[in-house]
């Protein structure tokens, strides 16, 4: 049962516009979510995280924003740069040690 | 540059056969992991060590082992591969008590024929 899920697995922007990237998940334990990203043929890198007693964190032109009630989450990238495509994957932290991945979101953004 | 280094790139192997994955890091970190990344299921945890012998099962480690006999070297072993198991295989390590400290390699493509 997929605790972490992203339902978009692609999406294409323009460049300089907003890229709005969600995840979904269903154990309300979670206490941190993380969003990596990924390009190929190299290992997923960290990007930005939120507590789960926050509603937002900024960091640059990165924000993620959690809707506890609808366990949601966003990560809006403002504006967007060619430099952004990426795979984007939403992860939930389950305990110390363990870390509940999404499917991963294909972002290409486009000149 | 601190770096957690996969062995291979790609590997083409035959079902049946033994298989290791050598993921070795340089960062004197106690916690590794091992991950597959399927199309449309993200990133699986199979296994991870949180300490030099001690391994942990992660959300999928039907048809996997491990070994960590040294704290930098964290090697995952599929004892009889199958064509299921063709894959990308990502490992990553964390210091002890860091919450975003994972460092990931660059990933293995396995392909079980």
């Known amino acids: 049962d997929q605790q972490v899920k992203q339902n978009s697995p692609s999406l294409s922007v323009q460049e300089g516009r907003i890229s709005i990237l969600n995840c979904d998940y269903t154990?309300?334990?979670?206490?941190?979510f993380l969003w990596y990203k990924k390009y190929p043929a190299e290992g997923p890198t960290f990007l930005i995280s939120?507590?789960?007693?926050?509603d937002k964190n900024e960091d640059g032109r990165f924000t993620v924003f959690l809707n506890k009630s609808a366990k949601h989450l966003s990560l809006h990238i403002v504006p967007s740069q060619p430099g952004d495509s990426a795979v984007y994957f939403c992860?939930?932290?389950?305990?110390?040690?363990?870390?509940?991945f999404g499917q991963g979101t294909r972002l290409t953004i486009n000149p | 540059d601190v770096k957690v280094t996969q062995s291979s790139r790609y590997l083409v192997k035959r079902t049946g056969e033994k298989v290791f994955l050598e993921c070795v890091q340089d960062?004197?970190?106690?916690?590794m992991f091992w991950y597959r990344q399927d199309p449309g299921l993200g990133l699986r945890l199979i296994y991870f060590?949180?300490?030099?012998?001690?391994?942990e099962k992660g959300d999928i480690p039907e048809g996997y082992s491990v070994s960590r006999e040294k704290k930098e070297r964290f090697s995952l072993i599929l004892e009889s591969a199958s064509t299921n198991q063709t894959s990308m295989y990502l490992c990553?390590?964390?210091?002890?008590?860091?919450?975003?400290?994972?460092?990931f390699g660059s990933g293995t493509r396995l392909t079980v024929v």
């Open positions: 992860a939930a932290r389950q305990g110390a040690q363990k870390l509940v």
């Open positions: 154990n309300s334990m979670f206490d941190y």
């Open positions: 990553a390590s964390r210091p002890g008590q860091e919450l975003f400290g994972y460092t």
């Open positions: 060590s949180y300490d030099v012998k001690m391994k």
């Open positions: 960062m004197d970190h106690e916690n």
């Open positions: 939120i507590s789960s007693i926050k």
